[in-house]
């Protein structure tokens, strides 16, 4: 446990103990004390945040203070992706298929979407922090919708990290939209005009998605995206899923033999 007896601040193995800390780029040395690379880190990370639920049965509460707490949690993976200088962080934090799901806890998740673009946004925007949803999210009520569409546009400048969060999003739906928007276009469907019209389009190609919670599926997240993209699927439940549990997962990403289709010297 690197953490263990840190006092933060006291030295490159404490850096991730201070709770609270503001945002700051850490640099190479720091990086390698945690046991990483800058060369070996991915561009472009996404994560199905799964498990609030599950975390909060686990301790006898309602769901709605597991996606409280998941909620929480998301503001520390986002600081540590900016720090550690990864250019795309991809969230996925409610699906196409989540209307399912009764409107008591639609509403939970919304007032806390609401909270979070509220008390986080200064800061994120003074991080150069660039946001963006993934999805069509124009179902959301407009306190919602509103709040982001604001979002995207004080931060479409900015040359931080791009943090793309998926809402009201499914890959299914992306990738028609694509093709039908590409298809209206005079060149027609071609992989250049047909990936230009994924929400993602302006992010780097993924390298890594995460999936927290045992479970081991995509469940509809970046499905065209993910093709060349390595798994990892952690225990954690979201809430659980600490900054040193990414890091871990970050130097199992590092470990890993990316062949393209290719032989092992022709790594890109
Ligand atoms: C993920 O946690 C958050 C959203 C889907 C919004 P869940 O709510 O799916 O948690 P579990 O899977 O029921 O534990
Ligand atoms: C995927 O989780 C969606 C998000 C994390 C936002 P779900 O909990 O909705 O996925 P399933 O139902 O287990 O496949
Ligand atoms: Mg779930």
């Not at 003074?126 to 004080?154: T, Y």
């Not at 071609?190 to 469940?219: K, M, V, W």
């Amino acid at each position: 446990m690197i953490l263990s007896g840190c006092k933060a601040g006291t030295s490159p193995l404490c850096i991730l103990a201070h709770e609270g800390k503001t945002m700051a780029k850490l640099t190479r040395e720091q990086i390698e004390a945690l046991g990483l690379s800058p060369e070996h880190l991915p561009r472009h990370v996404a994560m199905i945040m799964d498990g609030n639920g599950r975390w909060a049965k686990a301790r006898s509460l309602p769901r709605a203070l597991g996606h409280r707490a998941g909620v929480t949690r998301l503001k520390g993976i986002i600081r540590l992706s900016s720090d550690l200088g990864i250019e795309a962080l991809s969230l996925f934090a409610f699906s196409t298929e989540n209307w399912k799901r009764p409107v008591e806890e639609i509403d939970t998740l919304c007032s806390l979407f609401v909270e979070f673009f509220i008390k986080e946004f200064d800061e994120l925007h003074e991080n150069r922090v660039r946001i963006r949803s993934l999805g069509d999210i124009s179902k959301f009520p407009p306190r919602v919708s509103g709040l982001i569409r604001d979002a995207e546009e004080k931060t479409k400048a900015n040359d931080g990290l791009k943090l793309n969060i998926a809402m009201n999003y499914g890959s299914r739906d992306e990738i028609l939209r694509a093709a039908r928007l590409a298809a209206a276009e005079p060149g027609g469907v071609t992989q250049e005009s047909f990936e230009r019209h994924l929400y993602t389009a302006d992010s780097p190609e993924l390298d890594l998605l995460i999936r927290t919670s045992g479970e081991q599926r995509l469940s509809n997240f970046l499905l065209y995206q993910a093709s060349y993209a390595e798994l990892i699927f952690t225990e954690d439940f979201w809430p659980d899923f600490s900054d040193e549990r990414y890091v871990d997962v970050l130097r199992q990403y590092a470990r890993r033999s990316r062949r393209f289709g290719g032989l092992e010297d022709t790594k890109q």
